[in-house]
């Protein structure tokens, strides 16, 4: 049918009043197929080979084929449910890699750095071509990757079960300035390692909407034998939206393949109408002392007699190397007039780690919207990697990866077309 919600409409839009419950007839059902297809050409500097241009998928958002649907079952009670798949649009697949394959930072693949003899590189080489491999975007082709779930609407709020987003990637977006949107969304600064979870599956969220206030609590399970607590991940959202201002926050912390208390993430965010536009901002806090999927490293290592000497020496040595300890903010300011909006946004991440692999972006986007349903669009980007930074600049549906050396700066200049459905 004809409606799509953007990203940036999500946190308010995944949870439904107690008036929306009750508005419609009693047995009455809906059926919705929506989409979204945004494809462009993006010129990029500072990748591995030099600088390249290529079509891509995912610029502003990324593409998508959704289902949606609800049954009012009357006295203010409705049943949900929502299936939505990836598409890449350049390529008609469902998942993709970065201009950098499957090429870690520097600092996280040489020997040296990660704080042990040079004559260890061929196991560190190893290791890092294996976690590489994994560094992409829906690598095992699941195709409700981006959501499905089912649930209730009730009176005393909502409840939803499956795959969603996080609380705390939900309230990031909502105070991002590009809603996520493009090279220029604060979320470009920390993708290697990721620093936010997206969304979880296995996933029991409640919410509720209450005049301004839009509000989360999500638990997912693990499902890890014997480990209860295992890659279990916790998480809340409120956002209380006034005239002409909102301000709230969110928090994620996710276990480890053990149990460990691992990805923590916390952000607190405010907008306020300035002149015809309006002044967004946001601050982070991301911290991960037991990085997950990396007690198998030793594992792997032991089964060569090469290196089983070795082994528990270059775990550790990840282990410290993939920790996260990092402190992000955002400023900008968006302005729509007509059929024209404009944004301009500065991003920081300050890396409080031993590395001290700082970086910040800034840039402009401006969009021209044909109609309700389709807008052209344009962003221009400028990274500098500090220190040991290499980070290599994507869009809102893929990753960039890795700059071809640290310190590198990076340029993205993007022009697409989006179409709603």
């Keep these: ?84 798949a990836r598409l890449e649009a350049d390529t008609g697949g469902l998942s993709n890699r970065p201009i950098s394959g499957g090429r870690l930072p520097d600092r ?9 003899p040079a004559a260890l590189q061929p196991a560190v080489t190893a290791v890092a071509g294996q976690i590489g491999n994994s560094v992409g975007v829906n690598l095992n082709n699941s195709f409700f990757d981006r959501q499905i779930f089912t649930g209730l609407v009730t009176p005393f709020g909502q409840f939803t079960v499956g795959r969603q987003y996080t609380p705390g990637y939900l309230a990031t977006a909502n105070f991002d300035v590009m809603k996520t949107e493009s090279s220029l969304s604060l979320g470009q600064l920390v ?21 301004g206030l839009t509000a989360t609590a999500m638990y997912a399970a693990g ?51 300035v002149g ?18 990396f007690s198998a490293i030793a594992a792997g290592l032991a089964a060569n007699p090469a290196t089983a000497p070795v082994a528990t020496l270059v775990q550790n040595a990840f282990l ?16 729509t007039s007509g059929p024209h909006t404009v944004a301009v946004a500065y991003n920081n991440m300050d890396d409080r780690r031993p590395f001290n692999a700082d970086r910040y972006s800034y840039g402009a986007a401006y969009t021209y919207a044909l109609s309700k349903r389709t807008d052209l669009n344009a962003v221009v980007t400028h990274l500098e990697n500090k220190n040991t930074s290499q980070d290599l600049l994507g869009g809102n549906g893929f990753l960039g990866g890795v700059a071809s050396a640290p310190g590198k700066d990076v340029n993205s200049v993007t022009l697409s077309i989006r179409h709603r459905f």
């Design 1 to 84: 049918m004809k409606k799509i919600h953007a990203l940036s409409a999500v946190a308010l839009a995944c949870v439904s009043s107690v008036a929306m419950a009750q508005a419609t007839t009693p047995g009455a059902s809906s059926v919705m197929i929506y989409g979204l297809v945004d494809v462009g050409i993006n010129h990029i500097t500072g990748a591995p080979g030099g600088s390249m241009t290529r079509v891509t998928s995912g610029n502003m958002e990324g593409s998508r084929l959704g289902f949606k649907g609800s049954e009012d079952l009357g006295g203010g009670y409705k049943a949900i449910f929502t299936m939505e």
């Design 108 to 116: 996280l693949s040489t020997a040296t750095s990660l704080g042990l």
């Design 191 to 211: 993708a290697i390692p990721a620093s936010f979870d997206i969304r979880i599956s296995n996933s029991l969220q409640y919410g509720l909407q209450v005049g």
């Design 223 to 273: 499902e890890v034998a014997g480990r209860t607590t295992a890659r279990r991940l916790l998480g809340a959202m409120a956002i209380y939206k006034g005239d002409g201002y909102s301000f709230g926050g969110g928090y994620n912390t996710r276990n480890n393949e053990l149990g460990q208390k691992s990805l923590t993430s916390a952000v607190i965010g405010a907008t306020v109408d």
């Design 276 to 293: 015809p536009g309006t002044l967004t901002g946001q601050y982070a806090t991301i911290k991960d002392n037991n990085p997950s999927d």
């Design 320 to 335: 410290q190397g993939f920790r996260q300890d990092t402190h992000l903010y955002q400023i900008g300011y968006r302005l």
